[in-house]
């Protein structure tokens, strides 16, 4: 009995804890998938793809250390930092430990897709957090794939060639591994003697603001595929406006100006999309940019709504000690930070300090979680927390690299951005049955000196020089070649940054130059003579002083022009040299810029009439240097002169004695193998209200035997408005193909919303009154009609 009471005990309790075990089970199945959501939350929601980016990053916040959040804010330069050579290298080990331990957000300098695909697996999978690294370069007009210079491109005035030159350039630069580029430079520039004039748009804000935008959609598209980067708009603000034409000189201009000659491009880039923003080097209101509020915050982030992370310049966090704003690295760090600077691009004060000011409440940790998610943010927009390698690929990258197609594309760009300045007596194009050419000019052959410094990671070996374009252009001619005069010598540091000797070049005598071109000028039908600028002085740092040509080539020119040979000259330089006495005393010149890897090729198109010149003048041209700075949206001042006016009332006015007002070349100015004549211009009505536009209409006729394609230029002034408004200001433009006898109606949009101007805080403002619309192939040679705003 006892037994069988436990045998039923057991039973029941068997029963029991059955049925406790089967309800276990189904509430644990109904609470599974929350349990799995909330662990994976828990655990590693910034690894979840399907959450929002906002999310994953405030996860990713919540998970660092201080030293990792620091550590995103770090920019170092690394070159090779992986392979045998690096494994030796005491400095290049201590970056790749800083990777590990998560105290870097970003390298520069580092190339390849093994090269990058190697230091980022250190970076996820040897790092605690597994953060990935971004890999920076500055592809400023092609990767390996060299287009030509920007001011150059944007002398085509097809922002739609730059949206395609920059497209190709991001994926030639991601197939290398990289995923951020420090371009497009969109400083709007009066200084030819600057040497960054050639990476900008040159001197007018709405042609800058219009390429901006395009070289950014070329860059980053619609989305980040592995073909495509993020653009860097900068330099922020006002790099442009450097004293004297100086490299990092003093920048002091008004609000006024600021707002409405030198923020509007950089807005229009912000506006696109550009992921990121670089401070410039000067100051700002006697602030250096990198820690100037009022531009970081207050218009970048506050007035413009700017979602992105602001990286310094090189260096440009510490160079505030220089500047005499800061104390030290600490106090550095803090005010770069405070006024909403995000990435330390070198200058190390971020990596040695921040952590400190964040524990000593000297810097809020809220400030640095923001500037910190703001980089996490595209890091994750890139996807590379899901494919950290997604751009690492060798395969992809040699096979992207400098193809055929890339090189085709950047011969075209390169002949649409040449300006045809002269042609007398239509001696181009030249025909392709001459039978004896004579190329002379020591650029003209030297491969080394056509590339720029901003080259990308393109080869001086892959470049075609003006001689070797014109053999190819020639095969069945005669072409011979004359030095002409020797390479320009600059100071020694030049040789020594560029890793050349001054011996290296056979220096001939001016007697023996001379001789060899009188001797083989003797038997040529045609002289191409080439004068200009190496290469090796556009870029960063390489201000001039005198941007006359040299006294060496003018003799050379003295010479041709002295044997009664018809004569071409050919300029190619990365900024405009004042061409004076050349255009005074030869009959044809073509600005040819640098034009990229197949600038001879693209030379030769239009020396021999394959392409007809359509380029335009971006930036005027200076008819001396003392004219500098000298730009065509000037105010018309209380006293004004206008060049060919005399008489005893045009004598107390503002002019020089000695030479012309105006410059030798306007803005806009180029010809072209065709010729235009515009008639008819008109206004759909001459008065509107705030709310309305007006039709600007003209006729462009194509009155030679060649089709061609014309610039049609739309400028506005404002007559009377509550503060100077400037002599002419361009509002639009069309480039049109016109056929051979051709007459075209061009037409232009002209709403009330671009009569307005800026004041001194960034309001807009829109004035009633009496305004002139201009139309015309430049910005000297227009027709004009009255317009009224009510």
Not at 252 to 271: F, G, M
Not at 340 to 364: I, Y
Not at 692 to 718: C, F, H, M, P, W
């Amino acid at each position: 009995m006892q037994n069988r009471e436990k045998v039923i005990n057991r039973s029941v309790n068997a029963g029991e804890f059955m049925k406790y075990l089967l309800i276990s089970l189904i509430i644990m199945l109904m609470l599974l998938p929350t349990t799995l959501v909330a662990q994976e939350s828990s655990v590693a929601a910034y690894k979840n793809a399907k959450l929002p980016i906002d999310q994953r990053v405030s996860d990713l916040l919540r998970r660092m250390t201080l030293e990792e959040k620091v550590g995103q804010l770090n920019q170092l330069s690394g070159g090779v930092l992986t392979g045998p050579a690096a494994a030796g290298d005491a400095g290049q080990q201590a970056k790749l430990n800083l990777v590990r331990q998560g105290k870097m957000g970003s390298f520069l300098n580092v190339l390849g897709a093994k090269e990058t695909g190697n230091v980022q697996k250190i970076a996820v999978e040897e790092s605690r957090m597994g953060i990935p690294l971004l890999f920076a370069y500055d592809v400023i007009h092609g990767y390996k794939t060299v287009f030509p210079i920007p001011i150059a491109e944007a002398s085509s005035w097809n922002p739609a060639g730059a949206e395609r030159a920059a497209s190709i350039a991001a994926k030639e630069a991601a197939s290398a591994g990289l995923h951020w580029t420090f371009a497009p430079m969109m400083d709007v520039t009066r200084e030819p003697r600057w040497g960054r004039v050639m990476e900008g748009s040159g001197e007018d804000p709405y042609l800058g603001g219009v390429f901006a935008a395009a070289r950014v959609r070329g860059f980053q598209g619609t989305e980040f595929t592995n073909e495509k980067i993020m653009a860097c708009v900068k330099h922020f603000a006002a790099y442009g406006a450097p004293e004297g034409g100086r490299e990092y000189n003093t920048v002091d201009i008004s609000r006024y100006a600021l707002w409405n000659y030198y923020l509007p491009p950089y807005k229009a880039a912000v506006e696109a999309g550009s992921a990121t923003v670089m401070n410039a080097f000067n100051i700002v209101d006697a602030v250096p940019a990198s820690g100037n509020h009022y531009l970081n915050r207050t218009v970048l982030r506050d007035k413009w709504g700017f979602k992105g992370f602001i990286v310094s310049d090189w260096g440009s966090f510490g160079e505030m000690i220089a500047h005499g704003y800061a104390a030290d690295d600490a106090d550095a760090a803090k005010k770069a930070l405070m006024a909403g600077s995000d990435m330390d691009m070198e200058s190390r004060v971020m990596q040695k300090e921040m952590a400190d000011l964040v524990r000593n409440g000297k810097v809020p940790a809220r400030v640095l979680d923001e500037a910190v998610g703001r980089i996490l943010y595209w890091k994750f927009k890139l996807g590379l927390f899901e494919d950290p390698y997604k751009y690492s690929n060798e395969a992809r990258e040699k096979a992207t690299l400098l193809t055929d197609e890339h090189r085709r594309l950047a011969r075209e760009a390169a002949a649409e951005s040449m300006i045809l300045l002269k042609n007398d007596g239509g001696i181009l194009p030249i025909s392709k049955t001459v039978k004896n050419v004579l190329v002379t000019g020591y650029l003209a052959e030297s491969q080394e000196d056509v590339l720029d410094f901003w080259k990308g990671h393109g080869d001086h070996k892959d470049t075609i020089t003006i001689l070797e374009g014109i053999k190819k252009k020639l095969p069945g001619a005669k072409v011979s070649y004359s030095k002409g005069y020797n390479s320009k010598v600059y100071d020694d540091s030049f040789y020594a940054f560029n890793n050349i000797k001054k011996t290296d070049e056979k220096r001939p005598s001016s007697a023996q130059l001379v001789s060899d071109l009188r001797a083989k000028a003797a038997s040529a039908d045609v002289i191409i003579a080439t004068i200009g600028l190496t290469g090796r002085v556009a870029g960063e740092a390489r201000s001039l002083a005198d941007i006359n040509p040299d006294p060496e080539q003018m003799a050379m020119l003295k010479a041709l022009k002295a044997t009664g040979k018809p004569l071409v000259v050919v300029v190619q330089a990365g900024r405009p040299l004042i061409l004076t006495d050349i255009d005074k005393n030869y009959p044809a010149i073509l600005n040819a810029w640098i034009g990229g890897t197949e600038h001879g090729n693209a030379v030769a198109d239009i020396l021999f009439g394959d392409v007809n010149p359509s380029a335009k003048t971006t930036i005027s041209f200076p008819y001396a240097l003392g004219q500098i700075p000298i730009y065509y949206n000037r105010y018309n001042t209380g006293r004004p002169h206008k060049d060919g006016q005399e008489g005893p009332d045009r004598f107390w006015v503002a002019r020089y004695r000695d030479i012309p007002n105006e410059p030798l070349y306007p803005f806009g100015y180029g010809l072209s193998y065709s010729n235009f004549e515009y008639s008819g211009m008109k206004l759909s009505k001459n008065t509107m209200n705030q709310n309305e536009k007006v039709v600007v209409s003209v006729t462009v006729k194509n009155s030679s035997k060649r089709a061609g394609r014309e610039i049609v230029q739309l400028y506005i002034r404002d007559l009377v408005a509550s503060r100077v408004r400037p002599l002419k200001e361009l509002k639009d433009f069309k480039k049109v193909e016109i056929k051979a006898g051709e007459s075209k109606t061009v037409t232009f949009d002209l709403p009330a919303e671009k009569l307005g101007f800026y004041d001194e805080e960034g309001n807009w403002l829109l004035e009633t009154g009496a305004y002139k619309v201009f139309v015309g192939p430049n910005s000297r040679d227009v027709q004009e009609v009255g317009l009224t705003l009510e």
